[in-house]
């Protein structure tokens, strides 16, 4: 499974990114895709996720109400809306899949085997 990430940037407190994970060579289509940031300094945080073939979401409560996710299958991405933006959520965000479901412990990181490289949200 190869991953990469699109769409960061920096946005002004208040707005709305959308950021893109493009999946190629994947190997099962059971497994979680989620996404991920990090914050300088701290770990790394899941904030959604997402069965590869759409349907099952999820959404860490530090950003419930303010962010999805969903599945592109036009474009074959996995998408993260993110709205109302505040400086806090300035982080790498990454996108990461997994070769199980999305059921139990689904924002362990651990358990998530392939990762992008990562793209910049700034807030500010």
């Known amino acids: 499974v190869q991953l990469v990430e699109s769409g960061g940037g920096t946005v002004q407190p208040g707005g709305s990114l959308r950021l893109s994970c493009t999946v190629s060579?994947?190997?099962?289509?059971?497994?979680?895709m989620g996404w991920f940031r990090r914050v300088s300094g701290k770990e790394r945080e899941g904030v959604a996720a997402?069965?590869?073939?759409?349907?099952?979401?999820s959404i860490a409560d530090s950003v419930k109400g303010r962010f999805t996710i969903s599945e592109d299958a036009a474009k074959d991405t996995r998408d993260l809306q993110m709205h109302n933006l505040t400086v806090e959520d300035t982080a790498m965000y990454y996108c990461?899949?997994?070769?199980?479901?999305?059921?139990?412990?689904?924002?362990?990181?651990?358990?998530?085997?392939?990762w992008g490289q990562g793209t910049q949200v700034t807030v500010s």
């Open positions: 990461a899949s997994r070769p199980i479901d999305c059921g139990s412990g689904t924002f362990r990181r651990w358990t998530y085997n392939k």
């Open positions: 997402i069965l590869f073939n759409g349907g099952i979401t």
């Open positions: 060579k994947a190997t099962s289509t059971s497994m979680c």
